[in-house]
T-cell receptor, first 105, second 115 residues
Framework: GIQVEQSPPDLILQEGANSTLRCNFSDSVNNLQWFHQNPWGQLINLFYIPSGTKQNGRLSATTVATERYSLLYISSSQTTDSGVYFCAVAYKLSFGAGTTVTVRA | GAVVSQHPSRVICKSGTSVKIECRSLDFQATTMFWYRQFPKQSLMLMATSNEGSKATYEQGVEKDKFLINHASLTLSTLTVTSAHPEDSSFYIC???????????FGPGTRLTVT
């Protein structure tokens, strides 16, 4: 199956800082999604982005399909951004291990 | 976005009993749904694909006789954990694609504890 690697595994930010999360995948894909898992376990859809660039408020994402990676940008981070961010690819989603983000006030 | 619900949100059962978890698509129809399992501090692992009108397909290493899946309608899939044991304690989450794309929407999950 497709291998998905996320980096870094952990990220500690001061409120207001910017950050970049990375997702590498081992094969071409027709689906790539970024999720934020809240403390109750719910997966929140952030982006559906098999290719190209999208922005939603302080978050943006870019997927370079030909080079098999995607980036998630968080700007002006807030404490509510804390949690685990997952990248997942393919129709039967294969998940990366996640990046745990902690934003300190 | 599309809404997926799960019931129950939390269940505690005794070892040897069976537990049924429901996954519903509330505002769209889903001919396919997916079931995942997540252990503490770990990522999500796909268990099986639920297909309306046909048998479920299971990922390698998942016991189909232990995790029974029934896709009863275009809006409902159920996962039954049979003869549950403590090692089956986990967070079970379902998803379904919507909107004519591959984008998946997830239910809120069911936390199963087997005592």
């Amino acid at each position: 199956g497709i291998q998905v690697e996320q980096s870094p595994p952990d990220l500690i930010l001061q409120e207001g800082a910017n950050s970049t999360l990375r997702c590498n995948f081992s094969d071409s894909v027709n689906n790539l999604q970024w999720f934020h898992q809240n403390p109750w376990g719910q997966l929140i859809n952030l982006f559906y982005i098999p290719s190209g660039t999208k922005q939603n408020g302080r978050l943006s994402a870019t997927t370079v399909a030909t080079e098999r990676y995607s980036l998630l940008y968080i700007s002006s981070s807030q404490t509510t951004d804390s949690g685990v961010y997952f990248c997942a690819v393919a129709y039967k989603l294969s998940f990366g291990a996640g990046t745990t983000v902690t934003v300190r006030a | 976005g599309a809404v997926v619900s799960q019931h129950p949100s939390r269940v505690i059962c005794k070892s040897g009993t069976s537990v049924k978890i429901e996954c519903r698509s509330l505002d769209f129809q889903a001919t396919t749904m997916f079931w995942y399992r997540q252990f503490p501090k770990q990522s999500l692992m796909l268990m099986a694909t639920s297909n309306e009108g046909s048998k479920a397909t299971y990922e390698q290493g998942v016991e189909k006789d232990k995790f029974l899946i029934n896709h009863a309608s275009l809006t409902l899939s159920t996962l039954t954990v049979t003869s549950a044991h403590p090692e089956d304690s986990s967070f079970y989450i379902c998803s379904a694609p919507s909107g004519g794309t591959y984008e998946q929407y997830f239910g809120p999950g069911t936390r199963l504890t087997v005592t």
